[in-house]
């Protein structure tokens, strides 16, 4: 398999997942200019135009955050990444992915934009607290990850958006089971060392 990935972006939740579950990848850097650091044209490779996308096994591109998530999960359901699909708990957390993909990326978004106004940031990062005061309530019963004892896919995927809260000046001093979520994810080996694969983190 071959990860098109931009450091820090969305991708590096895949990164991790498929760090978690031990399972071997190529990882190809993706330009701003949309050019790959090998040299291919991102966009023939997915007209999106954004990552992540993986190449499957077969040669085919997947994309979509919460769909390339699962297909590792999958791959490997001895990670513990996902329940089995039919069940609630795999329903309940396929709804809390979703949620993280609209409620909260989404609400992240224009906030990347110099060109968006003051007002529509400010706009967004009150709509980004309601979500957060959610987030933060249901870890209010001292769970160490989203779902209860085991790390999962959304799990590596609220760490990779929420470390977008810093750079992007969304103060999340006010939900402090966030923040020492944040910290323990940031502990587990299988993250570390994405954050190191993509230059984001000093290797020891």
Known sequence: MKLYYMPGACSLATHILLREAGLPV???RVGRDK?????????EVTPK??????????????TENAVVQNYIADLKPASNLAPPYGT???LRQDELAIF??????????PM?????????????????ATRYA??????????????GENFATVDAYLFTVTRWAGPLNFDLLKFPRVLAYQARVAERPAVKAALEGEGLLKAN
């Open 112 to 128: 990347f934009n110099p060109a968006t106004p003051d007002e529509a940031k400010q706009i967004s990062k009150d709509k980004l």
């Open 100 to 109: 993280i993909s609209t409620e909260i990326h989404k609400t992240y978004s």
């Open 88 to 90: 609630k708990a795999r």
């Open 49 to 62: 135009g954004y990552v992540p996308a993986l190449r499957m096994e077969d040669g085919e591109i997947l």
């Open 134 to 147: 959610m987030i933060e309530e249901m870890l209010s019963d001292g769970r160490p990850y989203l779902t």
């Open 35 to 43: 050019k790959t650091e090998h040299g291919e044209n991102f966009l």
């Open 26 to 28: 190529e990882l190809e």
